[in-house]
């Protein structure tokens, strides 16, 4: 009885219906699909693939599902799994080739974009080709081994006129773009610190360690990317502590856990806490801390919605997500998306050249404090030159 006061006089069919918040994602994107509104019609385009492992069977999937592309062509070398992969994704239509054969993928004109999912020793060469033969590329991190090699690649897109794309897929997960708006919306004010916890799990293989490029360009790459493009700016000197607790690991001289300090000109403090292997899940949090609050991205849960058990032995809650096909599922959804707007000239990409060279530039100078244990002060651009589409580009090719 007591709030009979506030029932509503007027019937909710007679009300204006609350619109769905721009937070909810899927919402949006089935909105697209029902309401059926496109732009100007766009050609599919048509795609290759190269490496269908772990990171490539999340493209696949992805490029299975999207109406805008056409899968075309895969090239890999295990040539045992070619009948399984086209009987499971139903794929009749495309061709499989080796890599020996990928000539054919840059020699058919009817390839719009090449979709690189190799390991990371290929990438420059599949890259290259590819541009010369004027496909538009999506390349998983990194571009290539170092950042003379990364910056020859994106001269030869900046000459061909298509576009490069490396897949930091972080950046395409709701909540970091989310907490990226906030920051750069000032509800923090000017950031004070800046932190990230990323540990991998599984453990990769030793085979898969062995030529990742080591955990600073291969994992670590991802936080200092994520940490430079929330906050716009780059470090300018960086401290590091590393160990190698495994063995195996440590045989090839790698590390698995690392510490990162990093200063920024503007006085932002960041750290990066990293490891190649928790027991108890991808374990992927973002906090950032300025003098009007703080905001943070927690672990997400596959059961988000089954809060909490309890029994004799306490309470307990759903575990996280295992590893980061399913943290960052809809990340990858959405960085394939945006490729494909990039090819059609829809939209600028969001990943800059510049930006990737940086990422690659922070990477190596923290590799040289882990290994000197010495701070080391970063003068990123020197050597670079800022091109006329806002890419930054090797002196001596300008
Ligand atoms: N963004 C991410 O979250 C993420 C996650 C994992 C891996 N990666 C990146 O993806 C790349 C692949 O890593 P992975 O873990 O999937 O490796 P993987 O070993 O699981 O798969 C690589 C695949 O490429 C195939 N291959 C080998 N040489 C090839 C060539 N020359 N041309 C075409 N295919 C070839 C292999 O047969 C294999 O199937 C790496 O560069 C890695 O840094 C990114």
């Known amino acids: 009885m007591a709030t009979t006061k506030f029932r509503d006089t ?48 999340i493209h696949l999937s992805n490029i299975v599902a999207n109406r805008r592309v056409k899968l075309v062509y895969i090239v890999d070398d295990i040539e045992s799994k070619w009948a399984s992969i086209k009987n499971y994704w139903h794929l009749d239509d495309v061709i499989f080739l080796s890599s020996k054969q990928a000539d054919k993928v840059y020699n058919d004109p009817s390839i719009d974009a090449v979709v690189v999912a190799s390991p990371t020793f290929t990438h420059e060469g599949i890259v290259r080709k590819a541009l010369e033969a004027k496909k538009a590329v999506f390349c998983e991190k990194p571009i290539a081994e170092d950042d003379a ?23 395409f997960d ?15 004010g ?52 590393a160990h190698a ?4 690991i440590k045989a090839i001289g790698d590390y698995d856990t690392v510490v990162i300090s990093l200063y920024f000109p503007s006085g932002t403090l960041g750290s990066i806490d ?16 300025g003098p009007k609050g703080m905001i943070t991205a927690d672990n997400e849960q596959p059961l988000h919605c089954v809060t909490t058990q309890y029994g004799y032995a306490g309470p307990t809650t759903p575990p996280i997500w295992y590893s980061f096909p399913s943290r960052f599922a809809n990340g990858y959804r959405r960085e394939l998306d945006h490729f494909i707007d990039v090819v059609h000239g829809k939209v600028e990409s969001i990943v800059q050249p510049k930006e990737t060279l940086a990422v690659i530039k922070i990477a190596t100078a923290c590799l040289e404090s882990a290994r ?13 030159i800022l091109g006329e589409d806002g890419g930054l580009y090797s002196a001596q090719s300008a």
């Open 149 to 171: 090699n990364s910056v020859k690649c994106y001269e030869t897109a900046r000459k061909v006129g298509r576009p490069l794309f490396c897949a930091f897929n972080r950046r």
């Open 274 to 289: 990293i490891s190649r292997n928790s027991a108890y899940g991808y374990d992927q949090r973002l906090e950032v801390f």
């Open 10 to 57: 007027v019937s909710p069919y007679s009300k204006p219906r609350p619109s769905p918040p721009p937070e909810d994602y899927l919402h949006q994107k089935y909105l697209s699909d029902l309401t059926l509104k496109q732009d100007a019609r766009l050609p599919v385009l048509k795609l290759a693939l190269f490496g269908v492992g772990r990171a490539g069977t």
């Open 372 to 384: 000197t244990s010495k701070v080391v002060e970063i003068s990123l651009f020197c050597e670079w």
């Open 174 to 188: 709701p909540s970091y773009s989310s907490v990226k708006d906030r920051v750069r919306n000032g509800e923090i």
């Open 190 to 241: 000017h950031v004070h610190v800046i932190k990230t916890v990323a540990r991998d799990s599984p453990l990769p293989t030793l085979d898969y360690i062995k030529t990742s490029g080591g955990i600073f360009h291969d994992c670590i790459v991802h936080d200092i990317d994520l940490i430079t493009w929330i906050l716009g700016e780059f470090p300018i000197k960086v401290a590091v502590q």
């Open 245 to 248: 607790h495994i063995p195996e």
